[in-house]
């Protein structure tokens, strides 16, 4: 991140960095809880099905004849890393976070980021691990290149297994985003070497496979850069092979300003719907940015003229039925994201906000997009607090989703957002299910 921002926010770090060197090691008791009805399901779901369809469109002859009123009921956390039910080959970090889940051959894989803190470091590294259960978990493949690695994404094209993450570097006060990188699992069961896809300092963020065609959003540009204007672009492509990407529509670059992360969604029309992090600002201002896109013309992204102030960082989307259902950090400061008035100086108000929001804590948090006003109302809190929110999704059926998520321990809800990027963080599986009311 910007060298200012962290020597500004590092003030208030050493104490913070002393009890997440001196504290407690072991690491069971923190993420200890367990919810067997998890662990249930994923076991019935996999021993039916080697592939389960994730696209909504998929499961609209069943969802018409389902009454308009849902409830959703969500699990118990379970947690998964750390846990003893992993491999004793798979030393860990303190930090463990961005995770990415996916079903292929009767099994399910989860990749996640390991290091020392959540910034960046030569240390950190990349594990994929699978389970035919939900309960025992086996090591598929490690990562360690002495550099920075993040953002894994796990992606089933044309029946093979891919999977996405980006190399970055050592300094932890810079966001340095360099090359993407792709491994496959082959026919035998073993990974690839590494390939590179997509430019350099591009970042890919969300993947689906939708209407008969594999979409990737990703972004590239000045992401944390302090002053001047410096715009992300934001892309939005499409692959057959998971290895050469081509603009979705006419071209493939759909917004140039302070969006990043971007996740998207089709709705039962075929209109495409996205949220945006807006963590950068532009002329709309700072928090979140959602998009419109008509069927006829996927290329002509809309949005509002002005943002939304709260910012739901690390943005998940899905359909369910009707509804497009957001998953996002949640910030839980009294003031919203965007705090500081827009007429001060653009520099300005990135070190306010960024500044404030860290120093803030954080939850995860499920809102449904509202089509008419463009906005996401709140439905409820999900386990989440101090450093937290990068949710994955995979699909077990046409009512039931698995979630993998990270946090720091439940119980420390106050916790600030950089309090927690300094301790330990582990990784849980959530189901969330809809049920006719």
Known sequence: ?????????????????????????????????????????????LAVHRFIPDDP????????????????????????????NLPRSLPLGRSNNNVSIAI????????????????????????????????????????FPGHDVREPFLAVINDTLHLYYFEAGKNPFAFQPRHVKCVVMEDDGKWSTPTEVLSPGEVPWSMKKRRGAVY????????????????????????????????????????????SEADFEFDREGNLWAVGRLEDGDQTGFGTQ??????????HWQYNDTAEPHCYMSPRL????????????????????????RHKPMARQRLRNWIGYSLSPKTTALYRINRQTRRAEWIMDLP?????????????????????NYSSPLMHRKRTWLGGQLRRTGIYLLLIEFLDE
């Open 1 to 45: 991140m910007v060298k200012i921002y962290h020597k500004l926010v590092w003030q208030f770090a050493p104490g913070v960095m002393w009890l997440a060197l001196c504290g407690c090691h072991s690491t069971g008791y923190l993420f200890h809880e367990r919810d067997p009805r998890v662990s249930e399901k994923i076991t019935r779901a």
């Open 57 to 84: 469109a998929e499961y609209d002859v069943v969802w018409q004849h389902r009454p308009a009123r849902t409830k959703i009921i969500i699990s118990k956390p379970h947690w998964v890393v750390p846990s003893a």
């Open 104 to 143: 292929h051959n009767h099994k399910l894989y989860l990749a996640f980021r390991t290091g020392r803190t959540h910034f960046a470091s030569r240390k950190s590294g990349l594990y994929v691990i699978s389970t035919c259960d939900g309960h025992k978990w086996d090591k598929e493949l490690s990562i």
């Open 216 to 259: 990737l959003s990703s972004y590239a540009g000045s992401h944390y850069r302090l002053r001047g204007k410096h715009p992300v672009k934001l892309y939005f492509k499409k692959t057959k092979n998971g290895k050469h990407f081509t603009a979705a529509a006419c071209r493939d670059e759909v917004y140039t300003g302070g969006v």
């Open 290 to 299: 959602i998009f419109f896109a008509s069927k006829d013309n996927l290329c």
């Open 318 to 341: 899905f359909r369910q039925g009707e509804d497009i259902y957001l998953i996002g950090r949640k910030h839980l400061g009294r003031k919203p994201f965007a705090r500081t008035a």
């Open 384 to 404: 989440g607090a101090g450093d937290n929110c990068f949710p994955s999704l995979v699909r077990l059926d046409e009512n039931r989703l698995l979630l993998a």
